[in-house]
């Protein structure tokens, strides 16, 4: 029996068995208990390998593939209430648009910028640059993609710009470094693998990226900036 054969027969056992023990009384018949009159030593044997019925498990293998199954589960269970998007009614591109990149972000196979201009609630038209990723992990979006409230940019994301008071900021986030001293406009260089991601709509985005304008009855204009990261982890 190979190694992937004898972890699968150690997972079929773990999964049909809540302890050890409960394993090893499976391997105990009438016949054991009648001669031993004895349950923790029967047991025993069968830990042992002398007595049973079937496949032979150690106790350690068992605990850490037991502990290992219930961690994956634990995990898997996690990242699906992490999805704030999943479950929600979405008609808007802009909203469609996220729900589809949320789970990659969080998990970092994925990395948005998201761009939006639009007026803010005082009327003051505001525009900027979104680590979707950091945003993610920071506050909750279940607000967003309920419709309970926009996402607008702030002056603490990578970029933010208010056409009205000329107010202008610029934040390098835990994925991107921002480079804003660029001649040609600003820049960003994702931490990960080093590459740089330029967003001016009328040059290339940049190694392993793509711009995709969003059509949307949220914002005057949205546009998302996908990377993918081809460094090795």
Request: hydrophobic content about 35%.
């Amino acid at each position: 029996m190979d190694q992937d054969e004898g972890l699968t027969a150690v997972d079929n056992i773990v999964t049909q068995f809540n302890t050890y023990e409960d394993f090893l009384d499976s391997q105990i018949t009438t016949v054991d208990l009648y001669y031993l009159e004895d349950e923790s030593l029967a047991r025993q044997l069968v830990e042992l390998g002398y007595r049973g019925t079937g496949e032979i498990v150690k106790r350690e293998d068992f605990e850490a593939r037991k502990a290992a199954i219930d961690i994956a589960r634990q995990a898997e269970r996690t990242q699906k209430k992490t999805l704030t998007s999943a479950g929600k009614e979405l008609h808007d591109n802009f909203l469609k648009a996220l729900a589809v990149r949320e789970e990659d972000n969080r998990a970092g196979k994925l990395s948005t910028v998201i761009f939006i201009r639009d007026k803010n609630c005082h009327g003051q038209e505001v525009s900027g640059y979104i680590d979707y990723a950091h945003r993610l992990k920071s506050e909750d979006f279940e607000v967003y993609f309920n419709g309970k409230r926009k996402l607008f940019p702030r002056t603490t994301d990578m970029s933010f710009y208010n056409w009205d008071s000329h107010i202008a900021v610029c934040n390098s986030s835990p994925n991107y470094q921002v480079i804003a001293d660029n001649p040609e406009g600003l820049l960003f260089k994702y931490k990960r693998d080093r590459k740089i991601l330029n967003v001016d709509p009328k040059a290339q985005p940049g190694d392993n990226s793509t711009r995709i304008p969003i059509q949307t009855n949220l914002y005057t204009h949205a546009v998302l900036f996908d990377h993918v990261s081809r460094r090795k982890t």
